[in-house]
DNA sequence: TTGTAAGCGTTATCAT
DNA sequence: ATGATAACGCTTACAA
């Protein structure tokens, strides 16, 4: 109630716990009470402030409130900016589960990307080490480090998702990479195939590391040998997914001993690719079986309907956010928690037995 | 510095501004200036002042700031929960285009559901009455309200962004809909068509009335009535994209006297469309064209590749930012502004002409 | 040009 | 059970 309220310059900061106090005719410490901890007052009383709030309309200012308890109720997610598009079809669901799971506790989301850049590093260390944000779900594996400011010290909870960075102490929600992948591979040995061609993204990280090696682990299991598969992409870091199918799918036409079977490590790629090849003449899945990873609801749409791992997105979402506010006090305890949230393979048309 | 900072409980919260002033030899409201006036204080002064900055690590803390100057820094966008699935496509480049305008300006982004519940609403509102955020972006053309409090008042600054909203006193940032769907329409006719099939989204909201609005315009330039066109979906509002195009498919397989083409207001309706109606032995473009509206990069790696309208997203969300943080102050002088930017019809091998 | 001091709207400690 | 009061970390008149 500072100036005019009701003048004609409507742009006030709206009543305070001090208005409410005066209406309801107790002290002001009484109604921050009333709203915090309703059992520590007495109902009557009580039953008076939450009248006169509600009649007044009044909001709690939330920077106060941090500033006083030295706290924040907002969580950063961390982006690569490259996800954007990469994995991008998975990304709003992402978001969405980690909102309404933050939410519940009354938190809320803030995003923040991380591109190379280093602007983006220091708006996302200067969120984190002003107090704007109470922790951080990343779901990139560099972090930002500037200026001898770096984001994984500062006791600054932070819990990786998608990409598993418990070995770098942070706790990692995740889903079965590997073995995801090492199933997918096996199905497609089942059905007959012997040679592949493996379709990553970024080489040499967490998921190609993992995906790769669940394709090795299934031909080893087979009795077949890393021979059997060739790789594209994976050089090419940070950038659309599509384009990665694209290329994939000029490097498949250079290829001789053609692979029947192509395992692509997002659903970008994998459409991309089989858009491409197709316009070669080549059926899916008579010629050339696919399956990918991420689960995208599009897959279900194309032609032919695409075989793809599902990734867990909703649990996976709901994890990294109870982790995270679970863990507001220790990090450094013992190692870092490694969860593991089962993929599901959806079983579509582009995966058949090889022609022959 | 409250307790010990390097003993083993490294838990504290940083240098402050007056950690800085001590180790500079200044008064704290010197270190203010610095930082925010760099020209109102003594270069010499200055140099000192920054280098202790920079030796201590020093952050300034945003909650603090913000309650002493009555203002965050921070903007949500208020995305309807359907969102992420529906038009999903594109929310991640709206996500992204919006951030990095905003960091521009040193401001951040955060995320807020609107869900058909009381508690999504409720939560809006405390962001908004709670002084967390200073502004918000509209993808919803409803807004929270609950309690009395409204956040169509209150002379919070909103901007709407793809749903016109000006006559509802919210400057807005649309594409044009009305006329790229006439375009699009147009060039229907001009390669033949004379029976149309229209997918609908939320029945009677700005999209579908400009929308159809457009069609409708493109016959009656052609001489033809608004009987050359059928209409699907529209009823079902507030759902997964893919399943109104499933339900489209299902729709035109009963209709006698079958359009030639079909104008799709969302990718995703068009391409689980496509896939539903190509299972039925039609081929596209041969049997019937498909147009839709959006632009996601998907519909370049469609079978057939899908001619789309593109949404010039990454300017709407720079002109929503603009305009959000340019009207901090007026808001309610004139009416709202209305702010349009052109899409661009992609013409794809979906549209061809009729068979016969 | 720089320093002093009064808040911003809460919460939490201490009395009462 | 309730009330006065001192912070929380910063900005900004106002003084010097």
């Not at 280093?118 to 704007?132: K, P, Q």
């Not at 998921?207 to 090419?236: I, K, P």
């Not at 279900?300 to 867990?312: H, N």
Request: charged share 20%; with cysteine; aromatic share 4%.
């Amino acid at each position: 109630m500072r100036k005019n309220q009701d003048m004609l310059g409507e742009e006030q900061s709206g009543p305070l716990m001090a208005d409410v106090a005066r209406l309801a005719g107790v002290a002001i410490s009484t109604v921050s009470r009333a709203l915090a901890n309703p059992g520590r007052v007495n109902a009557k009383t009580r039953a008076k402030i939450d009248a006169a709030a509600k009649q007044l309309g009044y909001t709690p200012n939330a920077m106060a409130r941090g500033l006083r308890i030295g706290k924040s109720n907002i969580i950063m997610i961390i982006l690569p900016g490259s996800l954007h598009y990469g994995a991008s079809q998975i990304i709003p669901q992402v978001l969405q589960s980690i909102n309404r799971s933050l939410i519940q506790g009354g938190h809320n989301l803030m995003i923040a990307n991380l591109d190379r850049d280093e602007v983006s590093e220091r708006h996302i260390l200067d969120l984190a080490f002003g107090g704007t944000v109470r922790g951080a779900i990343i779901l990139s594996s560099k972090l930002p480090e500037v200026d001898g400011r770096s984001l994984a010290n500062a006791g600054f909870p932070i819990v990786s998702m998608l990409l598993d960075m418990s070995d770098a102490g942070f706790p990692s929600v995740v889903t079965n990479d590997r073995e995801a992948v090492r199933d997918a591979t096996a199905e497609l040995i089942r059905l007959g195939h012997r040679r592949f061609l493996y379709i990553a993204g970024p080489e040499g990280n967490y998921h190609d590391v993992e995906r790769y090696g669940g394709v090795v682990e299934a031909l080893d299991q087979a009795g077949l040998t890393a021979e059997a598969v060739r790789r594209s992409g994976g050089n090419l870091d940070y950038q659309h997914g599509f384009e990665i199918g694209v290329q994939a799918a000029s490097d498949f036409a250079r290829l001789t001993d053609k692979p029947t079977a192509v395992i692509a490590t997002s659903d970008d790629m994998a459409i991309s690719f089989v858009s491409c090849v197709q316009r070669t003449g080549l059926s899916i899945p008579e010629d050339l079986s696919v399956v990918s990873f991420d689960g995208s609801p599009v897959c279900e749409f194309c032609s032919p309907s695409l075989s793809t791992i599902e990734q867990p997105v909703d649990e996976m979402g709901q994890a990294a956010v109870a982790i995270l506010l679970g863990a507001t006090g220790q990090m450094e305890n013992g190692p870092a928690t490694r969860t593991v949230i089962r993929s599901k393979l959806i079983l579509r048309e582009s995966m058949a037995g090889p022609k022959s």
